[in-house]
């Protein structure tokens, strides 16, 4: 499939991609293990949506003096409704990753270390399944409607199961290491596995990172068909879902104790990826301008967090 972008745009997105991990990297280890307050969790969001932010500046007034104000204006907004609408979906991992560390009871300080590890892995797979859809998009264009379908019934399914909350113990990959492996009782600082007496000694944390891992797979199958309802241009696809994918850190630390505030977001995501698939649905009939696409996202998800402020949420009655 052809994009705007050539081989030089490419590596040098790939190249910033090294380095920004890297630097996270280098910040993590020179602080040491820490808790992540809100000051901190603030400044690098702020950070990462300002980059995506001039990445996307940049992107424009490039076309623009290359290829023409039309197409720098469309591909610009492209990349923002695409940048939103990931940002958005990542909030719902960020709320499996707040359930998968509450059960675990993994210390505040430990906790960053597991997240840059789920992030660097969901990079990479991220990057792999944008290019398998790319291609299938290409050669099966059929393909979008099946996209279509599948972000409304997971919209829907959203929906109905939005008040319960899931079952751990039910995991079968959880199931499966705790028969298969060796699992310390108790956290080793950091470590993620370690030789005692002879054999290989798994931690908690392994498993954490593990089942962080698995939620990266999952939400990736949600979130790319999304993107691809606002456009086919690979470079656009990737850069989009690779920037709201580094924040992801960050914006954990920065939304992990006001997640029961925004209790109606999970509302709003399920009707995002209603709307999403709706979209790729009626497209031979009906094409819903990018702008307006990026409109009703983020109305959707500004009532919603809205709601969530003047609606309490109701708590169950004990006994």
Request: net charge neutral; no cysteine.
């Amino acid at each position: 499939m052809e994009g705007l972008a050539n081989g030089w745009m490419w590596a040098g997105f790939a190249l910033f991609v090294v380095v920004a991990i890297t630097i996270d990297l280098i910040a993590l280890d020179k602080k040491g293990s820490h808790a992540v307050g809100v000051r901190e969790a603030l400044g690098w969001s702020a950070l990462w949506v300002a980059l995506a932010l001039v990445f996307n500046a940049g992107l424009w007034f490039w076309l623009d003096a290359t290829a023409g104000r039309e197409l720098a204006n469309l591909k610009a907004t492209e990349f923002l409704t695409g940048y939103l609408i990931e940002k958005s979906l990542s909030v719902d991992n960020i709320f499996v990753f707040l359930m998968l560390f509450t059960a675990f009871a993994v210390p505040a300080e430990m906790q960053k270390r597991a997240l840059i590890i789920g992030v660097i892995g969901a990079v990479v797979l991220r990057a792999i399944m944008i290019l398998i859809g790319a291609w299938l998009v290409a050669q099966f264009h059929w393909i979008l409607y099946v996209f279509g379908a599948f972000l409304l019934i997971t919209g829907i399914k959203m929906i109905w199961v939005a008040d319960h909350e899931p079952d751990l113990e039910k995991n079968p990959i959880l199931k499966w290491m705790r028969g298969h492996l060796k699992i310390t009782r108790d956290f080793v600082g950091e470590k993620l596995w370690l030789m005692q007496d002879g054999a290989r000694w798994f931690t908690p944390l392994f498993v954490v990172v593990i089942l962080i891992g698995i939620t990266d797979v999952i939400f990736a199958v949600d979130s790319i068909p999304a993107i691809f309802a606002i456009t086919t241009d690979p470079f656009i696809v990737m850069t989009s879902n690779i920037f709201a994918i580094l924040g992801l850190r960050a914006l954990y630390f920065l939304l992990a104790d006001l997640a029961g505030r925004f209790h109606l977001l999970k509302y709003g995501l399920a009707m995002v990826l209603i709307f999403i698939g709706t979209k790729m649905l009626i497209v031979e009939w009906f094409k819903i301008p990018v702008f307006l696409s990026l409109g009703v996202v983020g109305a959707i998800l500004a009532i919603s967090m809205a709601a969530s402020w003047l609606i309490p949420e109701k708590k169950e009655s004990a006994g």
